[in-house]
DNA sequence: CTATATACGGAGAGTGCCTCCGCATTGCAA
DNA sequence: TTGCAATGCGGAGGCACTCTCCGTATATAG
């Protein structure tokens, strides 16, 4: 058998509730958490265009199971990402907590490049998966505009940054240059360079 | 039956060659054509999504004769959008000639920003086909480099545009941007008017 | 221990890209 | 005009993928 020996590093919010009152019954808790992990290494391993089925062999499930815990794709790939879309969260209020306003938005815009870098899965489907339905609400790209307009306002309040573009204009730039297939390091921190120069207001 | 009654708007390069000296059957070059504005009605009736058995449909032809004329969608997608690239380069050089650099680049950029407004599909495939077969040489996607190249190189050397950037490395911001499916004729003009001044050399 | 809500899992429906190959058509040559 | 390759046609079907349905199995409450 293919069961992953990964001793569960998903604690998943524990004393979850069904809806009746009932607990979770403990073999749906098992599987879904071993999809998670088994969603994290396929992806790690095949690229974005891995399938749901390789996914739920790994897992050791069958693919109904997959569908029941996620009903679609896009809802496996954000609970992959979900600790790390916290986090970007996180560094950005980090970030305008720590420094001046216009450092703070040059701090988290580089966080978020070396960010998309590894995750390029994440950000590619969240992409394709908004592009195809785009009134889908997705909880992870809420947060991430939500971190982009928290450095953006904050900079834009101490009158370091152009007041004309807000946190989702923001995203649509960074978030699209670094979904690009081709993106390097040395390419994304010069083109980062230039969209700080032109977001920086005219001294 | 469901044959358009267009009057074949493709003239398509006459008097074609096969590799023996032989001439292109004129059937061929019938359902070439017929594909060709099939694909560009139905594209622009469903969206980048449309299948391929839709257009061959619309054609009055069947997948078979669809594939051997164009062995992979991304190529139907650059035959439909073969004249608009072709104008995207011819812009650029118009630009270059006829007006001072740093104009030239600002006229061309916004050239493309309308054009990509229009032509949102042939950029998501372009982006999409490229992505999932990075060595795959696409004609169209180095003509529109091409044309960045064409129109930065040459503030570039007039001093009016910074050093550090090339033409795939701006291409790839704001073909990414464009591609964006939320990109609005504002928003799009509000983040040129910014890639702009991050692109302006320091005064 | 039993009953029942809950979850499992795999067959298969639906869709889309692309291929294969027997048949039809075309255009050159005699 | 007619014969005959060469060339092209087209749709059945292979393959891969997402997602659903439902009979079966199991965990938990009482």
């Known amino acids: ?34 999809l998670v992990v088994a969603a994290r ?16 062999l790994q897992a050791g499930v069958g693919a109904g199971t997959l569908y029941r815990h ?16 916290d986090e970007l969260l996180i560094a950005a209020e980090k970030a305008v907590a720590n420094h001046a306003p216009w450092d703070a938005l040059v701090d988290w815009l580089d966080a978020f490049l070396r960010y998309s870098l590894g995750k390029r899965v994440f950000l590619t489907e969240l992409r394709e998966s908004f592009e195809k339905n785009p009134q889908l609400r ?3 790209r809420e947060r991430v505009e939500q ?22 204009d923001l995203m649509l730039l960074v978030g699209g240059m670094c979904t690009g297939p081709t993106l390097g390091r040395a390419q994304g921190e010069r083109l980062l ?11």
């Open 193 to 203: 360079a230039m969209v700080l120069d032109g977001l920086r207001v005219a001294s």
């Open 138 to 140: 997705l909880s992870s």
């Open 41 to 56: 290494e396929v992806f790690a391993l095949q690229g974005s265009d891995a399938s749901m089925e390789a996914i739920a």
């Open 1 to 34: 058998m293919l069961r992953p020996v990964t001793t569960s590093p998903e604690p998943a919010s524990d004393a979850a509730q069904g809806k009746n009152g009932r607990a979770i019954r403990s073999d749906a808790q098992r599987n879904h958490d071993r």
């Open 70 to 85: 996620f009903p679609k794709r896009i809802d496996l790939v954000e609970a992959v990402y979900q600790n790390d879309v």
């Open 147 to 168: 971190s982009f307009t928290l450095v953006l306002e904050n900079a834009q309040r101490a009158g370091v940054a152009r007041a004309d573009i807000d946190g989702s």
